[in-house]
């Protein structure tokens, strides 16, 4: 593959080749997955292998950076507030939510990623699922415990029932990227209110059941 040039034969500024660098590597495993060498990516991209090291000399190093810009990047800090904003009824603020976070994980580099980082063995999938919870899924349900009635339990774990829920949901707008970009499978505008409606239709029949359950018995 000929070698690509700058502009006027000028040397590309060491940031841009960096990212130039970073966004061929995110297509890259996406398109090969992991097995990949960095040889063949420097050659993708045009550049020799030496170079590709000289920004990142370990190729731990440069899937750590894939993570923080396909992942962790793409995290928005207006998500949570959106969440909390109690003034909103649940099923606008989870329906706003998940319609904005479907944006960022049902596109092509990011659902293969995730999946053959999983099939491969890498961390990168597990720190994201650890990450979401942390962040998002146990915001989600607090949100719904209050929004029913039941008792917050800030500090309480997920319990098992909510924890099937919950996935049920958030892997449902998962599945619709994976239907496009691994399947291939012709996908209809994603009814993100249906699967949100799922959910809260679960939720107050098992939550309020199993909270009437426990009343009952006290």
């Not at 976070?101 to 092509?108: G, I, L, N």
């Amino acid at each position: 593959m000929a070698r690509r040039r700058s502009p006027a034969g000028k040397r590309m500024d060491p940031a841009e080749r960096e990212q130039q660098i970073v966004q061929a590597a995110i297509r890259f495993f996406a398109d090969h997955g992991f097995s990949g060498t960095t040889r063949e990516l420097a050659a993708r991209i045009g550049v020799v292998h030496g170079l590709l090291y000289r920004y990142f000399p370990t190729k731990e190093a440069l899937l750590e950076r894939v993570y923080q810009e396909v992942f962790f990047g793409r995290l928005k800090p207006e998500w949570i507030a959106w969440l909390k904003d109690r003034s909103v009824p649940i099923r606008e603020r989870l329906v706003r939510f998940y319609t904005d976070y479907a944006t960022q994980v049902q596109t092509y580099e990011w659902v293969r990623i995730y999946l053959l980082a999983g099939i491969a063995g890498l961390d990168i999938t597990s720190r994201y699922r650890a990450l979401v919870r942390k962040q998002i899924i146990t915001v989600v349900v607090a949100e719904t415990r209050d929004a029913l009635g039941l008792p917050a339990d800030e500090d309480a774990p997920l319990s098992e029932v909510e924890e099937d829920l919950i996935y049920v949901l958030h892997g449902g707008v998962l599945f619709l990227g994976i239907r496009r970009w691994v399947y291939r499978s012709p996908m209809r505008r994603p009814n993100i209110g249906r699967l949100v409606d799922v959910f809260l239709a679960g939720a107050r029949e098992l939550l309020l059941h199993r909270l009437d359950k426990q009343l009952s018995t006290a």
